[in-house]
Every structure is written in C-alpha cells, then in structure tokens.
C-alpha cells in the first residue's frame, strides 16, 4: 500500500469526571475487611465529608513496636555506664580460662603451618642497631610451609617459636621476632581444621602476649636512662617521664604495626602492644581499642570474628581501661548474628564434616569470656536488658544457653521461671539448641 494512500485518524481527548463521593467511599478502610495491613498500624479520623469517615494512615500514631522500619533499631542495645574495673575481679582469670580450652579443643587431624625463617647477609648485621628500619632494610626473609604436623607437633612447633622470638629479641634482631609474629598471627586467618581452632587461638595469643611483653619492657628500659642517668619509673608513670628516644622507638614499633598489609595480623600485633600507647599518649589506648572493636567487622567468618573480640576484652583487661569494650564488643556480636546462617559458612562446615551444633560449641569459650565480663557487677534491671537483647535475636539458644554459664547465680535463681518458659518455647530452625 502506497503512502499516499494510507488513511490519516484524529483522536478527540476529554476527561472523565470523577464523582468525589464515590471515589472516597471505595477507599473506606472500613469496607477492606479486618485484616487489612494497614489498620493496625493507624487511628479513624473523624473527618466529616457529606457523613462519610475517612482512615487517614498518615495521621495515625505508630505504636512501639509495631513498625517494621523501627525493628532494627530495637535491636541496638542501649549504653551502659563506663566498666567498673573493681568488678572484674569476680572474671576466671584467662591462665585458667584457657587451659580448659586447650583439654576440650582437639583434633587428629594434619595440621600446616607457614614457617618463617631469616638469613643474614653479613655478620655485622648481629651488632647493636637501634632503628628499626636500619635492620629491616638488611636483612632477606624466607617463608616455608610445613605439612602433615599432628597436634603435639603443631604445639612444639610453637613453643619452639616462642623460644626463638625471645633469642632474636635477647639478639638484637626485633624485627625478626616482629617477623615471626606476624607469620604467626596468620594462621588465626585460617580456621581449618575447626574444631582446633579455639586451641590455636591460645597458643597464638601466648606468643602474642610474649611480643608485647618484649615490646613494654624494652621501652620501659630505655625510659629509665637518662642523660646516662638510670632512674626507676614509677608504675602510674607519665609521658612526661619517658625519655624521647623511648617515645621516638615506641612511636616507630606503632608505625612498623601500622604498615602491616593484612587486617588480622596488624589487628592483633595493635593489640599486643596496645599498653605501649603509656610512653607517649595515654588516652589513645581507650581511642585505640575502640578502634579495633570497630575494625573486627570487616572479619566475616564469625569464628574469626568473635575470637578476635575476645582478644581485645582480654587486652582491655590487663590495660585497666575504663571504656566498656564488653559491651562493645557484645553489641557487634549480636549486630552480626545472622551471620551464624551465612551459606558460605554453612558450605564451610559441611566440606569438613561438622554439623552446626559442633560449630556452635566452637563459639562457646569466646563467647563466655565476653559475657562473663559483661555481666560483672552488673544489677538485675542491666542484666535483665541483656536478656532482653538476646531473645530478639532470632535462633538465640546459643546467647541464652552463655547466659544460663556465666550469669551470677543469684540472679538466675530468681529469673529461673522465665528462663525455663523461655527455653520451652524454643522451636527447631535449623541451628541445633545447645540444651
């Protein structure tokens, strides 16, 4: 067909006129039934119209509770005052806490391990070198991979790596034990074979409380000598006390940390050292271990993660610090709980035989340790909050069950009722109740 004789409409547009009576009178909320969703969330409005009632939603009070865009924020905990550090004193002390780590986590599976050694280009490099990078710039590093090891292997291996981290330092060679750490704070990146993995975690965080050790007492020994003058610091010293050359190599050990590529290693060995922060800036150990309760979110396996915040209630603990990293801590756990149901971790599991409720046992000693603190000194209306948090957690048999371990028993007799009924209502989804 030709164009020019294609056939050409016009469409004549008018509106349609509305008839405001009836339109109102088919959004009645009245007439959508009983169940409409949105009438338990507003109030009628009395809104006179030719005697019509009118629901207005977006004049209604939401009622607590109710709203399903505030549900996240009911499951941020509210803040406690600052921790009481006379309080903690009620905590099993971690010599104690982490021996019956060693005898319940164990395993008969081959372990690896990446070795670390050093060589030396020359024997001058042995002689007396007080800066860091003076050294480090001298020296060529190695690494190897050690196969197939049992347990008590592994373990031996260990010790004997404390050992030669003690030999460097007694040396001269600081950043060959700086070197050894890090290797060593590796492995808690790898959680194979699981069930060993809470073992593991001590026997790193021995060697990392020895490298802090080494690290306090050697600025403290360099702050005693001044103007070739040896003085004794007090235990409450004061930066202004500390000579410079202790606060120029305290500054340097942070900077060394501080250049670390990996999150864990650098997290940890911040860690170790963190009472160091005395020599030169008090008040940045409560700034810095915040800091490093934030940075245990980009963990995202949870055995890491929560592992990892035991170790800094731990370093809270030994530097007295008056900030409540329990309670930090407590709330990043329960902010990341749903991770627990994460496929990966959950694939994980499976590909080394392990059912869920073994993983969840794995958490156990960290989880205790952080609880327990958290508790301490506690009065019944903050503990019971704490409860409170943790039955809004969807599958919360494991919160409840660290609850029922580390409580003060005099408030779990009075709350025994509750917590029984509670209990009784649990249903199986998936996670196997540690009860």
Not at 146 to 165: A, C, R
């Amino acid at each position: 067909m030709s164009s020019s004789s294609a056939r050409t409409y016009e469409w004549n547009w008018y509106s349609k006129p509305i008839i405001n009576h009836k339109r109102k009178q088919k959004c009645t909320l009245e007439k959508c039934g009983e169940n409409h969703p949105l009438k338990s969330l507003t109030e009628i409005t009395s809104m006179k119209c030719k005697n019509v009632l009118i629901n207005d939603p977006l004049s209604s009070n939401i009622t607590y509770g109710d709203d399903p865009l505030s549900r996240p924020a009911q499951l941020i905990p509210t803040d406690f005052d600052e921790i009481d550090n006379g309080c903690l004193d009620d905590i099993q002390p971690w010599s104690n806490f982490k021996q019956g780590i060693l005898n319940s986590y164990t395993t008969s599976e081959k372990l690896s391990f990446h070795a670390f050694s050093k060589s030396l280009q020359s024997a001058t490099i042995r002689s007396r070198l007080e800066e860091l990078e003076e050294f480090d710039d001298q020296m060529e590093y190695s690494e190897k991979e050690l196969y197939d090891l049992t347990q008590q292997e592994f373990v031996t291996h260990m010790d004997n790596l404390g050992k030669e981290i003690i030999e460097a330092w007694n040396n001269e060679q600081r950043v060959k034990a700086l070197k050894i750490v890090i290797q060593c704070t590796k492995i808690l990146s790898y959680t194979s074979p699981l069930q060993f993995y809470p073992s593991k975690f001590v026997l790193v965080t021995d060697l990392l409380d020895l490298f802090g050790d080494l690290v306090f007492k050697r600025l403290q020994s360099k702050s005693e000598i001044i103007d070739g003058r040896v003085t004794k610091l007090p235990d409450k010293f004061t930066p202004d006390m500390v000579s410079d050359a202790a606060k120029e190599t305290c500054q340097n050990w942070f900077f060394k940390i501080a250049s670390i590529r990996e999150l864990i290693p650098r997290l940890y060995i911040e860690a170790a050292i963190l009472r160091s922060y005395r020599f030169i800036k008090p008040a940045e150990q409560n700034v810095a271990l915040l800091r490093l309760i934030k940075m245990v979110r980009g963990i995202g396996n949870p055995l890491v993660a929560w592992y990892a915040r035991c170790y800094l209630c731990r370093i809270g603990v030994l530097t007295n610090l008056s900030i409540n990293y329990f309670e930090e801590s407590f709330k990043d756990i329960l902010l990341t709980y749903k991770q627990l149901n994460n496929r990966f971790i959950c694939k994980d599991i499976q590909n080394q035989n392990m059912n869920m409720d073994k993983f969840l046992q794995l958490l156990c000693p960290a989880l205790e340790w952080i609880v327990k603190g958290l508790s301490a000194g506690k009065d019944p209306h903050s503990l019971d909050e704490i409860v409170r948090w943790c039955t809004l957690q969807n599958l919360h048999g494991l919160l409840i069950n660290t609850i029922v371990i580390t409580f003060p028993g005099n408030y779990l007799s009075m709350k025994a009722e509750y917590l029984i009924n509670l209990i009784a209502k649990w249903e199986y989804d998936g996670l196997f109740q540690l009860f």
